[in-house]
């Protein structure tokens, strides 16, 4: 009997447990880790309004805390809310060095308060694109007296970056949440606020994308907007 009990403890030791089923990815946050930069918090420091803009005009521009955002594409896109609507909009986008070139250039019409985005568009066979490792200046900017010292303008910074194998492999990923959460990681701004946007566009009765979204925009103290619509794209 004693041989008995000692072989069933035994086998009772090496049966397979059953496999814990993976947490959903969906059930995870967004969790934005600014990325070691040295530039200021200066996103009000990068807004200036003109004495003869309307006191309604009100433009704010979705970034990190930082104003420095990185990206990975070549090509990302911009998000800022605009009011009112009927505003005619300048979207501009520059190297941040002693040259400023610019490399893209476009103006809009707001139809209806809400936050916009700009992509840049391929020209011809040419896709104007932001090179890795180079700082870039964009602004949205409204003309408000035939004085361009008094407009209304936003700034903020974007620099392209190399993605580490372990992103690369992270975002290989099909589920938009989980590249979301992969970017947001490791501190990749624009993609993650666009891959969320996206995610609006396409559910747009979807609470979890939607609260993913509002979490991120609090985050950063973006919480006035964070309520506020996907209105228009632009190129």
Avoid at 9 to 34: D, E, K, R, Y
Avoid at 85 to 99: G, H, M, W, Y
Avoid at 204 to 214: I, K, L, V
Wanted: aromatic residues 8%.
């Amino acid at each position: 009997m004693a041989v008995f009990a000692i072989a069933v403890t035994l086998s009772s030791l090496f049966t397979p447990m059953q496999a814990v089923p993976a947490p959903i990815l969906l059930s995870q946050n967004v969790n934005f880790h600014p990325p070691d930069v040295t530039a200021p918090d200066n996103r009000q420091g990068g807004t200036y309004r003109g004495e003869a803009c309307p006191k309604d005009l009100s433009i704010i521009p979705l970034i990190p805390k930082s104003n420095d955002g990185l990206t990975l594409g070549e090509s990302p896109t911009f998000f800022a809310y605009v009011s009112p609507s009927s505003t005619q909009v300048v979207f501009t986008l520059q190297a941040d060095d002693e040259k400023g070139t610019e490399v893209y250039k476009t103006t809009f019409k707001v139809d209806k308060p809400g936050i916009v985005e700009v992509s840049i568009p391929a020209i011809g066979d040419r896709q104007k694109s932001l090179e890795i490792g180079q700082r870039y200046q964009w602004s949205f900017s409204v003309a408000c007296d035939d004085d361009p010292s008094g407009n209304y303008f936003v700034n903020g910074i974007v620099q392209r970056i190399e993605p580490q194998e372990t992103l690369k492999n992270e975002l290989a990923n099909p589920d938009p949440m989980a590249r979301a959460i992969a970017y947001a990681k490791n501190g990749i701004w624009y993609e993650t606020l666009a891959t969320l946007a996206q995610m609006r566009r396409l559910a747009p009765d979807d609470s979890g994308s939607r609260a993913e979204w509002t979490q991120l925009l609090q985050s950063q103290g973006l919480e006035s907007i964070a309520d506020q619509p996907l209105v228009q794209s632009f190129e």
